[in-house]
T-cell receptor, first 110, second 116 residues
Framework: RKEVEQDPGPFNVPEGATVAFNCTYS??????FFWYRQDCRKEPKLLMS???SGNEDGRFTAQLNRASQYISLLIRDSKLSDSATYLC???????????FGKGTRLSVIA | NAGVTQTPKFRVLKTGQSMTLLCAQD?????MYWYRQDPGMGLRLIHY???????AKGEVPDGYNVSRLKKQNFLLGLESAAPSQTSVYFC???????????????FGDGTRLSIL
């Protein structure tokens, strides 16, 4: 079983739509969770951290379900500029490297 | 404020040649990482370092060596390049693990390496 699993997509959605991605992780002792965004041929960039109580940043909402070991990202009112690959990222403990999912590709269509 | 800088950005090598990729960060970060990214494979950790003078193997270390002689620099070496090492290489750094390991990683903009 992969450590961090994501649906690769692509998710093709019209502008203004709401889209949600899920990610599952295998290590129940995981401590830290992030969503990164990667544009084509660019480096990954931190989109947001994911906190236990859930958190929101503008149109983006991240949630964590420790019991089911999954993380979600909700994007409201999708923009063309949201088109990218979204990487789910987990850290098992304070001293271990981040573990990246393979990413979910989103295309927002006019 | 350069952040994480990778050198070179592009390189073409012949099989068997050697080269070194340089990663430099100006944020005084303790932890540094080298990843490779291939289509359909996601980011895979090659080697990492938790501080000056230390290195550790990641998921795919074979065929690569690293050195962290200075805190700000992390070098990735290919002793004898193979076509299977054609990839995009990303360097990243993070301040330290933090109390709860919640420090994100900052990436360089990548090195595109082709081995013929």
């Amino acid at each position: 079983r992969k450590e961090v699993e994501q649906d690769p997509g692509p998710f093709n959605v019209p502008e203004g739509a709401t889209v949600a991605f899920n990610c599952t992780y295998s290590n129940s002792a995981s401590q830290s969770f992030f969503w990164y965004r990667q544009d084509c041929r660019k480096e990954p960039k931190l989109l947001m951290s994911v906190y236990s109580s859930g958190n929101e940043d503008g149109r983006f909402t991240a949630q964590l379900n420790r019991a089911s070991q999954y993380i979600s990202l909700l994007i409201r009112d999708s923009k063309l500029s949201d088109s990218a690959t979204y990487l789910c990222v987990v850290r098992y403990s304070g001293n271990t490297p981040l573990v990246f999912g393979k990413g979910t590709r989103l295309s927002v269509i006019a | 404020n350069a952040g994480v800088t990778q050198t070179p950005k592009f390189r073409v090598l012949k099989t068997g040649q050697s080269m070194t990729l340089l990663c430099a960060q100006d944020m005084n970060h303790e932890y540094m990482y080298w990843y490779r990214q291939d289509p359909g494979m996601g980011l895979r950790l090659i080697h990492y370092s938790v501080g000056e003078g230390t290195t550790a193997k990641g998921e795919v270390p074979d065929g690569y060596n690293v050195s962290r002689l200075k805190k700000q620099n992390f070098l990735l070496g290919l002793e004898s390049a193979a076509p299977s090492q054609t990839s995009v290489y990303f360097c990243a750094s993070t301040r330290d693990s933090g109390a709860a390991g919640n420090q994100p990683q900052h990436f360089g903009d990548g090195t595109r390496l082709s081995i013929l």
